[in-house]
């Protein structure tokens, strides 16, 4: 059973910066793409950041320029640098792997930014 665990989540100043590590587990492939949505209360989920197996990415505009995705295929693990932080990136933040038609989600971490 595919189970992916997310970590680095926290309270942090604006401006500062904070690194999410998302790790796949139970699995003996390998994903087809992997991504960081993040929801924050009161609003729908959004894609944040995506990293396809052949180190493609996309951004969100509104985090363009302040983060960063990153992928270890061989590791089955996502990363999500984050600079720059505001308050308005306050959410939680959950990764999704892609294996074909099949989704995995992980539970989420909080990332709370104070102003």
């Known amino acids: 059973q595919v189970q992916l665990v997310e970590s680095g989540g926290g309270l942090v100043q604006a401006g500062g910066s904070l690194r999410l590590t998302c790790a796949a587990s139970?699995?003996?492939?390998?994903?087809?793409?992997m991504a960081w949505y993040r929801q924050a209360p009161g609003k729908q989920r959004e894609l944040v950041a995506i990293?396809?197996?052949?180190?493609?990415?996309d951004y969100a505009d509104s985090v363009k320029g302040r983060f960063t995705i990153s992928g270890d295929n061989a590791k089955n693990t996502v990363y999500l640098q984050m600079d720059s932080l505001k308050p308005e990136d306050t959410a939680v933040y959950c990764c999704?792997?892609?294996?074909?038609?099949?989704?995995?989600w992980g539970q989420g971490t909080q990332v709370t930014v104070s102003s």
């Open positions: 139970g699995t003996t492939f390998s994903f087809n793409a």
């Open positions: 990293i396809t197996s052949g180190g493609s990415t």
């Open positions: 999704k792997f892609v294996h074909g038609r099949w989704l995995y």
